[in-house]
């Protein structure tokens, strides 16, 4: 079973902070992705990284895929209270189904 | 264009009975997939369709069951609701076999009283 850890679970910073998010796995995924979730919405793909080592950048928000595909980050510069949500990575192995970790609760205080 | 509709939003049932939930997937896209969200839980795999195909089911008991249509609009089956069935049921549609990007519908918010 594959299995995605997120951590930490929940974050609370003040706005201008940095903050890096981790979403851990033994297992290898073709792809990762990462979505934010406001409350009663369903979540929002963010990006979508498939190459071992891989670099995206999104305004503020910097994500990378781990070398040996098992692992990513997500990292803001300078938060801002917009920035609130939940976020959630999502790994596609050969099972053909998406398999989300638990998701990071993210509090940006002004 | 159009996003994912899912319908209703809210629902609110009773311990054993049944319940029908709808998703609009975007046009022209063929699969569409149903997760489970619940605060313990996170969100889980319920099962994806393609082109009316189920190729996919999660760990889930056989109350839980779906179809897909020509015009790939779908709906998920729960039978004999039980509280812990209590949830917010999540469509997702993409163009082809997933693995490159869902787009998700607002949910519906399921309540088993």
């Known amino acids: 079973t594959q299995l995605l850890e997120q951590s930490p679970q929940f974050l609370s910073i003040q706005e201008g902070e940095n903050l890096t998010v981790y979403c851990n796995s033994s297992s290898v995924f073709s792809s990762l992705q990462w979505y934010r979730q406001e409350p009663g919405e369903g979540p929002v793909l963010l990006v979508t990284?498939?190459?071992?080592?891989e670099v995206k950048k999104l305004k503020r928000l910097t994500f990378q895929f781990g070398d040996a595909r098992k692992d990513s980050s997500l990292h803001i510069t300078a938060a801002q209270p917009g920035d609130t949500g939940l976020y959630l990575c999502?790994?596609?192995?050969?099972?053909?189904?998406?398999?989300f970790g638990q998701g990071t609760r993210l509090t940006i205080n002004p | 264009k159009a996003g994912v509709t899912q319908t209703p939003r809210y629902l609110i049932k009773t311990r054993g009975q049944q319940v029908t939930l709808s998703c609009s997937p975007i046009s022209g896209h063929r699969s569409v997939s149903w997760y489970q969200q619940t605060p313990g839980q996170g969100l889980q795999f319920l099962f994806e369709y393609f082109s009316e195909t189920q190729r996919n089911k999660g760990n889930f008991p056989g109350r839980f069951s779906g179809r897909q249509f020509s015009n790939s609009r779908s709906e998920m089956n729960v039978s004999t609701l039980e509280l812990g069935d209590s949830a917010l049921y999540l469509c997702?549609?993409?163009?082809?076999?997933?693995?490159?990007?869902?787009?998700f519908g607002s949910g519906t918010r399921l309540t088993v009283v």
């Open positions: 997702a549609s993409s163009l082809g076999p997933l693995g490159y990007g869902y787009t």
């Open positions: 990284v498939v190459t071992g080592g």
């Open positions: 999502a790994g596609s192995g050969g099972a053909q189904k998406l398999v």
